[in-house]
């Protein structure tokens, strides 16, 4: 019945997450973008998402044993589930297609066949506005996005006075964790849904599908 207590234990399960939203809910703090690396600690930038910082070491606990329990009755839906999320993906690949002279868009690896969790995208050096510009903007015309966990692990909150070793000097992690995101492919996702979505990116940056 303790309100605080309640927040820690949940952070404690959910990774060590800072942002206590709870499933299925965003900006419960109103300020999701608008965080400063001053107020949370570590060398994160402002405005990184508040739903992927992490102030300590955590756990994951969130699932229950009535969740694994549907979790293996809906391993029957499985090959329509990844076929679907393949759709998906070729979907927005191909709507985004006009978009690459400002955005890194998704390839497999050689030699593999992703059941594709989400959609990642990068913002290009050429790209004329930033990610947290344009989040803000997709957030407010209710288009889902995530940040690609992890980015640079070292400027996380959590890792302030660590002892850890630095190899190379991290541009890649850097860039990830400055300029990439990712929109949703999971089933349930309509056509008209995925091209709310791909036509809003692509208004913010003013490109105009042919």
Not at 15 to 24: K, L, Q, S, V
Not at 71 to 80: D, H, I, M, Y
Not at 140 to 160: C, D, E, I, W
Request: hydrophobic letters at 35%.
């Amino acid at each position: 019945n303790n309100d605080e207590l309640k927040s820690i234990a949940e952070s404690f399960r959910d990774w060590g997450r800072d942002c206590y939203c709870a499933p299925g809910k965003d900006n419960t703090c109103s300020k999701r973008f608008c965080w400063t690396a001053a107020e949370i600690g570590g060398s994160l930038p402002d405005g990184y998402d508040h739903k992927y910082t992490y102030s300590h070491l955590g756990y994951n606990l969130k699932i229950t044993d009535m969740q694994a329990a549907c979790g293996l009755a809906q391993l029957e839906k499985a090959p329509q589930f990844i076929q679907a999320r393949k759709d998906n993906f070729v979907f927005l690949k191909d709507r985004l297609k006009d978009c690459e002279e400002f955005l890194h868009l998704p390839e497999a690896t050689e030699h593999s066949n992703p059941s594709w969790f989400g959609f990642p995208i990068t913002l290009k050096d050429s790209c004329p506005v930033t990610r947290l510009d344009l989040l803000t903007y997709l957030d407010q015309n209710k288009v889902g996005t995530r940040l690609l966990f992890a980015g640079n692990l070292t400027r996380q909150p959590y890792m302030s006075g660590a002892k850890y070793r630095i190899s190379g000097d991290l541009t890649n992690t850097d860039n990830v964790m400055n300029n990439t995101f990712w929109i949703g492919v999971q089933p349930a996702l309509t056509q008209s849904m995925l091209e709310f979505s791909s036509s809003m990116i692509a208004r913010y940056l003013g490109v105009r599908f042919d």
